[in-house]
């Protein structure tokens, strides 16, 4: 069984451009989880997908960050503008849909880096 | 609101010696807690979690974590310490309905 795979593994942009994320869950988990974690700080979480819905963005940090999930499968996460504190390393997770308390598989996660 | 703790940055042991991570936590309710690692180059990988039960929780690779409710803590251990357990560690707790608050990790260090 595949697990989390995230593209791209590294992204370097100027400040000002746009970049794209993008997270592909383990296949038939319903929950998507977007976390970041910022040099040497805790990891953050950004925003949770159940199926193609928002269940909870409270994390996402402003505007300019876009998350969708079309059709409940892969998810994409779009800064724009990228501003220098938007570097840091960003990590997908999925759930299976029994049980708030099981374990979430994380992928290996995307460093963006804002020049 | 909920909040995990490491308060180490960095834990130093000699290989074959037993390890501790510390971690405390502060949450309203019951609480849900996990230990992740990550090695060099990879996601996040789930070693434990205590939901309910025996307050001494085992996990993958020979880790351990005990759960001291009175102390609110939940330290990873394990009895003796290999070269490959060198990672980052990170404490979390289940916040809101399955989002993880994380500590700010531990990096473990184990020598020859």
């Known amino acids: 069984e595949a697990g989390v795979t995230q593209f791209p593994s590294h992204s370097v942009i100027e400040k000002g451009q746009t970049v794209t994320l993008r997270c592909d869950p383990i296949?038939?988990?319903?929950?998507l989880y977007w976390y970041r974690r910022v040099m040497g700080k805790e990891i953050k979480f950004l925003l949770h997908?159940?199926?193609?819905?928002?269940?909870?963005e409270s994390g996402m940090p402003n505007n300019r960050f876009l998350a969708e999930r079309t059709g409940g499968t892969y998810s994409t996460l779009k800064v724009q503008p990228a501003e220098l504190e938007d570097s840091g390393v960003y990590f997908c997770?999925?759930?299976?849909?029994?049980?708030?308390?099981?374990?979430?598989?994380f992928g290996p996660g995307t460093r963006l880096t804002v020049l | 609101a909920q909040s995990v703790a490491q308060p180490e940055d960095q834990v130093n042991v000699a290989e074959g010696n037993p390890l501790t991570v510390k971690c405390t936590y502060s949450?309203?309710?019951?609480?849900?807690l996990f230990w992740y690692v990550q090695y060099p180059n990879r996601g996040l990988q789930f070693l434990l979690k205590?939901?309910?039960?025996?307050?001494l929780v085992k996990g993958s690779y020979g880790f351990e974590a005990e759960f001291n409710k009175s102390q609110t803590s939940f330290h990873l251990k394990k009895p003796s310490a290999l070269v490959s357990d060198s990672a980052l560690y990170f404490c979390?707790?289940?916040?809101?309905?399955?989002?993880?608050?994380f500590g700010k990790g531990t990096m473990l260090l184990v020598s020859p």
């Open positions: 997770a999925s759930r299976g849909s029994v049980g708030r308390d099981n374990e979430q598989f």
């Open positions: 296949s038939g988990h319903d929950n």
């Open positions: 997908f159940v199926k193609e819905s928002k269940q909870d």
């Open positions: 949450v309203s309710g019951n609480p849900y």
């Open positions: 205590y939901i309910t039960g025996d307050n």
């Open positions: 979390a707790v289940i916040s809101g309905y399955s989002t993880l608050t």
